[in-house]
């Protein structure tokens, strides 16, 4: 073997360990913080820092969760839950998005509405709920159209806010080139605006979540997280009750995550 081929070989090695390295320092981490509060909750739950009549054990809570997913009636509710959470996002996602670019393309009319915009999406959604329940019942609907509401409410003002805000200098610079206003929207604002449509996106599936957290909780549900925990809550079954919260609060990371993860393969250009 040649010096050139001990010198790539070895280069090669090195990379993969630095490769290797990293890997272990991101995950970590990552472990860095569930590993912080189970420390807390067991601290807490061993030296009688909270009464063990409220606490249980933090493993016994793991012990637990990790049986009712193995038999599958937490996945169940785990399903029933993202199913409402995906269609109230969806309807919020495809009204909102079109509404705030509207608004945002006319800042007078924006201007004119912005009262109550702003007063809706100021209004706790579960103040809502009684009206909703009213217009639609127990069911499913009532529960998508809360969530999907206050998820809209917040897609809305996010995409109007990034129209409004596209910077000036690139759509007179497009102007400039003799580019028409369908032009300038489609290759200057659309993208100026997406950005700030995703900060929407995500801030307003986590919206949803926890709205149809709550309306499990309240309006009648028979399955879900929100009405596993509050079952659970009633029943005094303790592990089952925190390891739902666990898994309610892991769902909207993951979600949160998934959609950083798009935003940075679409808008990996943002800021430059």
Known sequence: MSST?????????????????????????????PLILFAIWWVA????????????????????????????????????TLVRV???FAIAAVFGVPVGIALGANSKVYRSLEFIIDLFRSTPATAMFPLFLLLFGLGDFAKIAVAAFAAWLVVVFNTAYGVMNARPTRIQAAKSMG???????RDVIFYETL?????????AVSMALVVIIVAEMFIGAVDGLGHRIIDAQISYQLTDMYGSILIAGALGYALNLFFLVIEDVFVHWSGR
């Open 195 to 203: 950005p700030q449509t995703f900060v929407g996106l995500r801030t």
């Open 45 to 80: 739950w061993a030296l009688d820092l909270v009464d063990k009549n409220l606490l249980p054990s933090p493993v016994d809570t793991l012990v637990d969760t990790a049986g009712n997913i193995v038999g599958g009636d937490m996945l169940f509710d785990l399903w029933r």
């Open 5 to 33: 081929d001990r010198t790539a070989n070895a280069s090669q090695g090195s990379l993969r360990r630095i490769a290797g390295s990293q890997s272990l320092q991101s995950f970590g981490r990552f472990a860095l913080g």
């Open 86 to 88: 995906g269609y109230a």
């Open 179 to 185: 580019a028409s206003q369908l032009r300038i929207f």
